[in-house]
Every structure is written in structure tokens, then in C-alpha cells.
T-cell receptor, first 118, second 111 residues
């Protein structure tokens, strides 16, 4: 149980276009999901906290107009990279917390999405 | 601001030898500490957390508040332990449970 999926697993796009990445909790409900960014051979950097039915909370230095997050249901959060540029190329990972296991801090991670902007 | 430090980028050990991955943190309050592991071509997964005080796959980690450390140890490394290991911190004051990760340590266990 506790599986998180991401779609697509990789995407290549042209500079200036927008890309949407989906994060789904497959067998549990997730009030809270997180979006991370990982550069090659570096650690995960938290970008934002996505809360179902409310606005996302962005970490310092992350442009909210650049990285649009929508958490429309208890099983789906989306990250849209708007007007993507080559510097946005990275590995984007989402995680989700089980809403019914609030007393635990376990985050279940998705497999990640490789974004390459040409 | 809180910080998680993993001083070793790469740790190479022989099968059967002990392995210790260092993790230090800086935070004035009482954090919750975790170790996450990422095997080759797999997603990140929780290995263990300090509040559980359990041993998973032979690994243990003790939170030392005096030294602000949460080192991960295993007495006899196995080849299947080769992976990337991340130490992570969650603030008890943060209701969302946000995680801050260390830089990670790549463990290579050779036969």
C-alpha cells in the first residue's frame, strides 16, 4: 500500500512552453502533498507544500507564479512549470502524507519526473 | 535556520564490515529525525525514524541531542545495502511535517 505515482516520468519541452506534472496517491487520501526539486547529484530541495482545497505554501526563493500548484482532490496534486526555461530542467519529486495517519510523519514518495527544457 | 549535514558523499565498505553514516543537525528545538534510502532506479523510501527506535534491515540510528547527531549504523554491511542514504529533519513545530534533507551519502558495498 501507500503508493504515489507521477506522470509523466519524463518530459522534454521547448523553452517558453508550460509543462504539467501530476502526482497521485493511489491507495490512500492525501490532504498534504509536497513538491521537491533535485539537481544531479544533489539533495532534494522542498519547493512547496500542497494542501487540498487551499493555496500552496511555497518555500523561500521559489516563484509561485512560475511553479503553479493545484491540489484539487485528496488524491491529486499538479505542478505546472510555466514558461519553462533551460534552467528549470531538473528532477521533480512529489510526496504525500496519508490523511488518516496524521500522527505519523511518513511521507510516501513518487518516482519523480525528469524535465528537460530545450 | 535548521540544517542537516551529511559529511560523507561516498562511503565504500566491504561486505561484512560495519558501516556508519554520519548525520548532524542544527536546530534549537526538538526535531524529528529520519533516514530515507534510495536504491538504484527506485524511489525514495523511509528506512527508519528516531521516534520508532527500531531496527530496519539491520540498521539502527540513535538520536544524540547533546551532539545533535543521528548517525546510521549497521554492524555487517550487505551488498544489497548499496544505495543513496538521506538524513532528514522535520520540525515538531511544523504541522505539515515538512522535511529538510541532508546532501546524501552514497554507500557502495563491495564483495
Amino acid at each position: 500500500g501507500a503508493v504515489v505515482s507521477q506522470h509523466p516520468s519524463w518530459v522534454i519541452c521547448k523553452s517558453g512552453t508550460s509543462v504539467k506534472i501530476e502526482c497521485r496517491s493511489l491507495d490512500f487520501q492525501a490532504t498534504t502533498m509536497f513538491w521537491y526539486r533535485q539537481f544531479p547529484k544533489q539533495s532534494l530541495m522542498l519547493m512547496a507544500t500542497s494542501n487540498e482545497g487551499s493555496k500552496a505554501t511555497y518555500e523561500q526563493g521559489v516563484e509561485k507564479d512560475k511553479f503553479l500548484i493545484n491540489h484539487a482532490s485528496l488524491t491529486l496534486s499538479t505542478l505546472t512549470v510555466t514558461s519553462a526555461h533551460p534552467e528549470d530542467s531538473s528532477f521533480y519529486i512529489c510526496s504525500a502524507r496519508d490523511s488518516f495517519r496524521w500522527n505519523t510523519d511518513t511521507q510516501y514518495f513518487g518516482p519523480g519526473t525528469r524535465l528537460t527544457v530545450l | 535556520a535548521q540544517r542537516v549535514t551529511q559529511p560523507e558523499k561516498l562511503l565504500s565498505v566491504f561486505k561484512g564490515a560495519p558501516v556508519e553514516l554520519k548525520c548532524n543537525y542544527s536546530y534549537s528545538g526538538s526535531p524529528e529525525l529520519f533516514w530515507y534510502v534510495q536504491y538504484s532506479r527506485q524511489r525514495l523510501q523511509l528506512l527508519l525514524r528516531h521516534i520508532s527506535r527500531e531496527s530496519i534491515k539491520g540498521f539502527t540510528a540513535d538520536l544524540n541531542k547533546g551532539e545533535t547527531s543521528f548517525h546510521l549504523k549497521k554492524p555487517f554491511a550487505q551488498e544489497e545495502d548499496s544505495a543513496m542514504y538521506y538524513c532528514a529533519l522535520s520540525l515538531t513545530t511544523d504541522s505539515w511535517g515538512k522535511l529538510q534533507f541532508g546532501a546524501g551519502t552514497q554507500v557502495v558495498v563491495t564483495p
